[in-house]
């Protein structure tokens, strides 16, 4: 069957490439204030390249008050067959700047061997690579050694808020032996890369108010307390001069990794002239952050906290003033086996301790994402391995993600701690969330040939 299906992924990219633009014309846009009649366009449109791929069953599921989510599956492996559970998600984020994209961010276009365009990459592209994966075995070979489940969410960019619900609701639709999530980033341009590990995000929004309306700072500054310069206390004091959180007890409960853990990450290749360019740190702007730790593991395994928004009075609207209030968010990202309540409670302390100058302070805790965790070792790991290892003539890296991903727990959580598979399409230079998003067109077909590896290798699980 793999010959087959290989043969028929090959001759087939074309059309898997129109499909793509096809999907990607779809302005599925699921932040508030977007048309839903378009994220429920684009669902409609996954179903229809589903059927055309063999899956039986394929149709809209639309919940109350929840975007559209496209489902399919293929059951004829039969009972004794593993069950591969595939997720994906269709919407995209908003197009940010119009005046930034170099081509229309919903007209996908070609240049030098990337296709741009919002949802290219984030996550039409991973949709499409299963799709055509199913195609190659169901309509290239006839059948597939797996059974197939084909999830697409529709809010995946707004916070993936219902889907633990969804999946408790169709708990036995879903059930699977393995599930393959198809949305997260390779190591970089041509090097494959599984995710096994996140962090996760707490946050909160200070208030801090001195006035009760804005006054003259020539006629009253001096004795008046200003509420924009005690908010930047407060923000001064939650890091130490490297950058690191000086948040009492913060690290306390953080996982120290095991030496194996620490050993591939330092195993990785690593360049800071690279890391600086790709992240587009200004020259002379030192990296900061704890010392006796590398790039990688400050950004995957240690916690980190940044002020997200900071607003007093406006550039725009600047005059001599004494503001009457200044606001801020600030999001910290934790790490495996921290408390997201306690090092919420640790944060809002913090920020309401001792105010300057006696200001009013206002502290609300915004919601979290836990972090996640899982032990890449198994024989489910080791067919992911080898797969990629095959679609992408390299071996893959395994590396963590110093982002949160609020799909994950979900799926771990309702299938009972089946192995979850995080691989994706991303590349550093990618643009996901802004302006000129691309897709590798090259790495979009190599994770084609991987996808049909990998349905063939876990079967052999
Ligand atoms: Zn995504």
Redesign the pocket.
Known sequence: MLEEALTYLASNMPAFRRSLETLSRIPSISAAGYPEAEVTRSAEAVVKEMLAAGLTHAEVIKLDGVHAYAYGEWLGAGPKAKTVLLYG?HDVQPEGRPEKWISPPFEPTERNGRLYGRGTV??KA?VMVHVAAIAAFLKGAGGCPVNLKFLVEGE??IGSDNLPRFLEKFKAKVQADVVVLT?TSNFDTGIPALTYQLRGIVAADITVSALDHPVHSGMWGGPVADPAMALAKIIARLTHDDGSIAIPGLYDDVAVPSDKVRANMRSLAYDEKLFREQAGVLDGVRLVGESGYSTYEKVWIRPALSVNAIEASSMAKVSNQIVDGARARIGIRIVPKQDPERISRLLVDALRRDPPFGCRVEVEAARGTPWWQTNPEGPAFEAALRAMEKGYGRKAALVGCGGSIGFVQPFTDVLGGVPALLIGLEDPICN?HSENESLHLEDWKKAMVSAVHLYAELAKV
């Open positions: 998600h984030d996550d991973g995946e960019e949305d996901a």
